[in-house]
């Protein structure tokens, strides 16, 4: 556990919270601290990058200086790293900016409804690896996935809607709370003409199915994978294939939702079976449906709010984990078309 080293009082020391000062943090494990610090202090660097601060170690101390806002939240990142380490997880490639992005609460107005969470941590377990969410709005989204039967997730590209709904199913697959994960896009041509494509109809459809594809392989071993698929207990299946089934004891994610018509978001939606999960995520700013047909994403929306069982949760580039040139290229966007 770090320890935060308090300086004794100085009368003569300013009120004033942007003066400077310097903080001091204890770790009682060097070798914790190395890992800490990220190689060539790579980890020290991104926190004093975001916050402003300067970081420095001496010996199994680290000092923050800063103005008293931003060495609390660096203290408080560092803190929570540590304390990741000392449970025996390593700091993996986002862990920083996860930490930071919780830390500062640049999640947007998902602050409110995650109150209840805040101090827990939120984490899922898959076969390959453990997800966590990096920002308040990822953190509220998947809670309400646990909590809920039918849950939306409502945001621009890059805020991990699809990557995290996949890996809830995932965890509740492995652990035996359903029997099949069922994933679904609209098979929609992104304002391109594909034309004639050759092979079956898997060989058709798996080009638009291949980010959900991607994300399983992310959570399941390939072997796993391929033996799961073969015994249909994992479908990945164009949104016109769901029509006339009932989806029971199934975790099931409509993915580009956007993209799906009033009458086909219809038809989805009341396959929810008995012991079922649903998921549908979206992003109102990609609608690739011919002019004048109206989204079935912006209808449901509009229809099922205030609807007991059912949560909506809604993302911004502030969410953005993809790449931080995302997040500009989304908000240069959303100025020219506000």
Not at 163 to 182: C, K, P, Q, S, T
């Amino acid at each position: 556990m770090a320890t935060t080293v308090l300086p004794p009082p100085q009368p003569d020391v300013p009120s004033d919270p942007d003066v400077l000062a310097e903080h001091l943090i204890e770790f009682p494990d060097n070798r914790l601290l190395i890992e800490l610090c990220g190689e060539y202090d790579r980890n020290l660097a991104e926190i004093e990058q975001k916050l402003g601060v300067q970081i420095l170690r001496r010996g199994n101390q680290v000092a923050v200086i800063g103005d008293a806002a931003s060495a609390g939240e660096a203290i408080s990142v560092l803190t929570a790293l540590y304390e990741r380490l000392e449970s025996g997880r390593n700091i993996e490639s986002g862990d920083v900016d996860r930490e930071l992005r919780m830390d500062t609460g640049s999640g947007g107005d998902a602050g409110d409804q995650l109150e209840m969470f805040r101090g827990g941590r939120v984490e899922i377990r898959t076969r390959k690896k453990t997800v966590e969410p990096r920002t308040d709005a990822q953190k509220s989204y998947v809670q309400s996935l646990f909590e809920n039967e039918l849950g939306f997730g409502i945001g621009p590209a890059g805020t991990g809607k699809t990557y995290l709904a996949v890996a809830v199913g995932v965890n509740m697959f492995i652990e035996g709370h359903v029997d099949r994960i069922i994933l679904s896009r609209p098979a929609v041509e992104a304002g391109e003409k594909l034309g004639y494509l050759p092979g079956d109809m898997k060989e058709k459809v798996d080009p638009y199915m291949q980010p959900l594809y991607d994300a399983l392989n992310d959570f399941l071993p390939g072997k796993q994978l391929a033996k799961l698929i073969e015994e249909k207990r994992i479908e990945i299946a164009p949104l016109a294939f769901m029509r006339g089934r009932t989806l029971a004891n199934a975790f099931v994610v409509l993915d580009e939702a956007q993209n799906a018509t009033t009458m086909q978001m219809k038809m989805f939606l009341t396959r929810l079976g008995e012991g079922s999960r649903m998921v549908v995520t979206g992003d109102r700013s990609q609608v690739d449906l011919p002019r004048g047909v109206a989204s079935g994403l912006a209808d449901a929306e509009r229809l099922l709010k205030g609807i007991g069982g059912i949560s909506f949760n809604y993302f911004t580039a502030k969410d953005v984990v993809r790449h931080p040139l995302v997040a500009a290229i989304i908000e240069a966007y959303d100025k020219d078309n506000p």
